[in-house]
């Protein structure tokens, strides 16, 4: 007689045959993009919160001013890391596949000397030239002393978002993650509470540099707590990976980096010159908002980049092309909640903020839209740099940037923060139509396939 399953024991053995049906490598990214997910949404509360705090102690005029004050950091910090985040990233995690760790910390002290020079460079410019920015570029004079301030997050923010990467390459997903947006996040949340009320749009920005510092710290304990024991300052039998080839792969990931701030912050930075800083902070909390349907993209992609390295590597493409396929998969269908939400009620969620945010409701809608293609696309971009395709990253990266500046200047004059909506979220449909292209011409993959077009 047939044995008669319990309700339970049926889904333990659905489970069971599932999970033998699958490779290893799509378990191992479900498993981590769970991890990384829980960490994620975890960031997205932090970040949701520390846009409410900044909304509520400093109003819309204040949070426009920090959110420029920020914008000129984050610029310089990216010109510091001179786009060594995706090539140590790469690297490491290629190194580490094959046990060989001393190569791995060699790259990333080599990673580590390049970026402080650099970065420490740009934060002394950007703290002798912030009379010049504050006057003549945003035409407000009293964002110098801010923006000296903001210069001192430079350093230690080039340098995290390095380590974060570096972890990330040796698997470490929950210490990159808290490198990269929680620690920060956290500690500026609680540093603006304590600070915000007595000293305005500097405390602020005195939590945020305290914030990047902390996890720095952080990152440089995790990244030594992650290496064997005595590898970490010991030197390489074999310098496969100099200082010239580093430096020549992160140049065109350099340029890369630096046309997606444009993208990312050139509505923030034009609405500044162009417009008041209340404008300015209605369009940054609204982008940093809709920045929260894509969470799930960062949290796939903290797992997928290695992965993704290490299956390139090995020239197993048709793995390759499943795991990329599954994954665009998952994320779609985690972000299209948020994006609901935010089409339907978006002046609901911005008065969160405060009244002075509802005027972004507009832009809210607009740049949702942007996102959610952003994730349904895939991890596009990410499979371009990790199977050593840069250089056709970079030049769609050209082609967004030259989208989101033209659609600025001429719709921001006119209609502020729902023009530069506009302009960010068409140069993200732009980009994510060409990397798809890019990964179909040079790969042989669609990310809405589960098999490559072409077997290589």
């Not at 969620?349 to 293609?373: E, K, P, R, W």
Request: positive net charge.
């Amino acid at each position: 007689m047939k044995r008669i399953l319990l309700p339970r024991a049926q889904v333990r053995a659905r489970i069971s045959k599932w999970r033998a049906a699958q490779d290893t490598h799509i378990l191992d990214l479900m498993r981590g993009a769970s991890i990384a997910g829980i960490l994620k949404v975890l960031a997205a509360i932090l970040a949701f919160g520390l846009n409410v705090v900044l909304g509520r102690f400093l109003g819309a005029e204040g949070a426009g001013a920090y959110f420029l004050a920020l914008a000129t950091a984050s610029i310089a910090a990216t010109f510091g890391r001179f786009g060594l985040d995706s090539a140590v990233l790469r690297t490491v995690a290629a190194h580490a596949s094959v046990g060989e760790f001393s190569q791995a910390s060699a790259i990333q002290r080599t990673a580590l000397g390049v970026a402080f020079v650099c970065s420490c460079l740009m934060a002394v410019v950007i703290f002798l030239g912030s009379d010049f920015v504050a006057g003549e570029v945003f035409s407000d004079e009293t964002l110098a002393g801010q923006i000296r301030v903001m210069a001192l997050a430079v350093v230690p923010l080039a340098l995290s978002v390095l380590v974060s990467r570096a972890l990330l390459g040796l698997s470490r997903v929950r210490d990159s993650l808290l490198v990269f947006s929680i620690i920060p996040t956290a500690v500026a949340l609680g540093g603006t509470v304590a600070l915000a009320s007595s000293f305005k749009v500097y405390g602020a920005i005195m939590a945020y540099v305290i914030a990047v510092c902390v996890a720095l710290v952080y990152g440089w304990t995790a990244w030594h707590r992650a290496l064997p024991a005595g590898v970490s300052g010991c030197r390489p039998r074999q310098s496969t990976w100099p200082m010239r080839d580093l430096l020549t792969t992160g140049a065109p990931l350099l340029i890369g980096a630096l046309l997606q701030l444009v993208i990312q912050a050139s509505g923030t930075v034009l609405l500044g010159v162009w417009s008041d800083n209340t404008e300015v902070g209605r369009y940054a909390v609204a982008w940093r908002t809709a920045v929260l349907i894509s969470f799930v993209l960062v949290a796939v992609n903290a797992i997928a980049q290695p992965k993704f390295a290490e299956l390139y590597a090995r020239g197993e493409i048709a793995l390759l092309a499943a795991t990329a396929y599954k994954a665009t998969l998952l994320m779609t269908a985690c972000a299209a909640p948020a994006l609901l939400i935010f089409l339907a009620l978006p002046t609901l969620v911005l008065s969160a903020f405060g009244n002075d945010f509802a005027g972004g409701a507009g832009a809210l809608q607009i740049l949702s839209v942007g996102q959610f293609v952003n994730v349904a696309a895939g991890s596009v971009g990410v499979l371009l740099v990790m199977t050593r395709h840069e250089r056709s990253y970079r030049n769609v990266q050209v082609i967004a940037a030259c989208v989101v500046m033209s659609l600025n200047f001429m719709l921001i004059p006119k209609y502020g923060a729902t023009g530069a909506a506009i302009a960010a979220a068409s140069a993200l449909i732009v980009q994510n139509i060409l990397f798809g292209y890019f990964v179909w011409r040079k790969l042989g993959i669609l990310t809405f396939r589960p098999r490559p077009v072409i077997q290589r």
